[in-house]
């Protein structure tokens, strides 16, 4: 098959290879890296079979195909403002931190294109030293980094969800530029349905016992 050659870590549903195939872009994902049995569940059934090397701190580099893109959209659990702020710190043993287990990734596999994203606390102030450490160890590889907080509005969804995006490439090319904002031209009712199945919707007691003051 022509195209890039992409391995998915922290696949989940398979969301940047959605984006290659909405893109047009010609792709085959030669492995993925998930443990997440419900996500995989759904992997499957929208893509269909694909190489699952499972947990990433646990995977020989020297096993994984050689591909052009690496996309790591590392767990965000230890960094969201919604969560318990364990942070993402090395060998801290928290969700956030398998971050660093790509390093070996990386290091072994040098692939041209890496693709994270992930919450925009990540470059907020309690943990902007680690991101910025993950980008000094990147340019270390050979890499050049692009990152720039992105909003889902700004980009044809109805939906005011801020993520950071870094785009790194190695050696000699051009300077990359994220795509500039899109006037939004749909609202949330829009892509909602008319008609929704009864189950969907909460019992006259549950309404009652989340609306109990």
């Known amino acids: 098959m022509k195209g890039i050659k992409v391995f998915e870590a922290f696949s989940g549903i398979g969301t940047q290879r959605m984006a290659l195939r909405n893109l047009g872009i010609e792709h085959e994902v030669v492995a993925i890296a998930e443990i997440d049995k419900y996500a995989l569940k759904s992997y499957e059934a929208i893509h269909g079979d694909c190489p699952n090397l499972g947990d990433i701190s646990k995977i020989d580099p020297t096993d994984i195909p050689d591909h052009d893109l690496f996309t790591y959209s590392f767990p965000c659990q230890d960094i969201s403002v919604a969560g318990k702020q364990k942070g993402l710190d090395m060998d801290s043993g928290t969700r956030s931190g398998l971050l660093w287990e790509c390093q070996k990734v990386i290091a072994a596999k040098k692939p041209k294109y890496l693709?994270?994203?992930?919450?925009k606390n990540l470059v907020g102030k309690k943990h902007k030293h680690n991101f910025d450490k993950w980008l000094e160890w990147l340019e270390s590889q050979g890499y050049t980094n692009n990152w720039q907080v992105l909003n889902a509005k700004d980009y044809g969804i109805p939906q005011n969800r801020e993520r950071v995006f870094v785009v790194s490439i190695l050696g000699e090319?051009?300077?990359?530029?994220?795509?500039?904002?899109?006037?939004?031209?749909?609202?949330?009712?829009?892509?909602?349905?008319?008609?929704?199945?009864?189950?969907?919707?909460?019992s006259e007691e549950r309404v009652a016992q989340l609306t109990w003051k």
Do not use: A, C, S
């Open 115 to 119: 693709l994270m994203e992930n919450v």
């Open 173 to 202: 090319h051009e300077p990359y530029i994220f795509p500039g904002k899109q006037e939004l031209t749909i609202r949330l009712k829009d892509v909602l349905d008319d008609e929704v199945d009864e189950k969907y919707y909460l």
